[in-house]
T-cell receptor
Framework: QQQVKQSPQSLIVQKGGISIINCAYE??????FPWYQQFPGKGPALLIA?????SEKKEGRFTISFNKSAKQFSLHIMDSQPGDSATYFC???????????FGTGTRLKVLA | NAGVTQTPKFRVLKTGQSMTLLCAQD?????MYWYRQDPGMGLRLIHY???????AKGEVPDGYNVSRLKKQNFLLGLESAAPSQTSVYFC?????????FGPGTRLTVT
């Protein structure tokens, strides 16, 4: 039962470009929307997160945009760098279950 | 402060062999999780625990068992390994909102 749908599956961006990854969720009870970054051979690590009471959160080159009515949230990477090449997962803790729902991941490659 | 550690990092098993993967966390988290990651499949939850002495099944529990005898440790066991269990296994400990992952164990079953 997939509750978080992530797209695209893979993304290639030129250095300096903008990378955009999208997630759509189904459960309106979700109240926390993090993005995780995973480098090859490593475990995922929390990158940035947003709560539904704000529409945007920015940390350096990384921005989350949140659209409550559309039940979507997006990760924007500005001025993308080769070091950003990784797999990105959207996620949300499922209220009342102790489980964490992950998207299927987006493999980003930033060309030098 | 090591965060989440996993032992071993790599392992090769023959079909039918058994093994235990160990996860340890030093953040005093109540919640701990075992995931497997396969190409194109994202992270799939195997088992989880919401406190010492408790365990529950996740999305893909068949062929695995777990134990949480101490708050800081979460063990994942494979009683009779099968090639379908070839995967990368991640342990995570969690607050109610944020998950912290270990470095992973790469398991190959031949």
């Amino acid at each position: 039962q997939q509750q978080v749908k992530q797209s695209p599956q893979s993304l290639i961006v030129q250095k300096g470009g903008i990378s955009i990854i999208n997630c759509a969720y189904e459960n309106t009870a979700f109240d926390y929307f993090p993005w995780y970054q995973q480098f090859p051979g490593k475990g995922p690590a929390l990158l940035i997160a947003i709560r539904p009471d704000v529409s945007e959160k920015k940390e350096g080159r990384f921005t989350i945009s949140f659209n409550k009515s559309a039940k979507q949230f997006s990760l924007h990477i500005m001025d993308s760098q080769p070091g950003d090449s990784a797999t990105y997962f959207c996620a949300s803790p499922e209220p009342g279950t102790y489980k964490y729902i992950f998207g299927t991941g987006t493999r980003l490659k930033v060309l030098a | 402060n090591a965060g989440v550690t996993q032992t071993p990092k790599f392992r090769v098993l023959k079909t039918g062999q058994s093994m235990t993967l160990l996860c340890a966390q030093d953040m005093n988290h109540e919640y701990m999780y075992w995931y497997r990651q396969d190409p194109g499949m994202g992270l799939r939850l195997i088992h989880y625990s919401v406190g010492e002495g408790t365990t529950a099944k996740g999305e893909v529990p068949d062929g695995y068992n777990v134990s949480r005898l101490k708050k800081q440790n979460f063990l994942l066991g494979l009683e009779s390994a099968a090639p379908s269990q070839t995967s990368v296994y991640f342990c995570a400990s969690s607050t109610p909102y944020e998950q912290y992952f270990g470095p992973g164990t790469r398991l190959t079953v031949t």
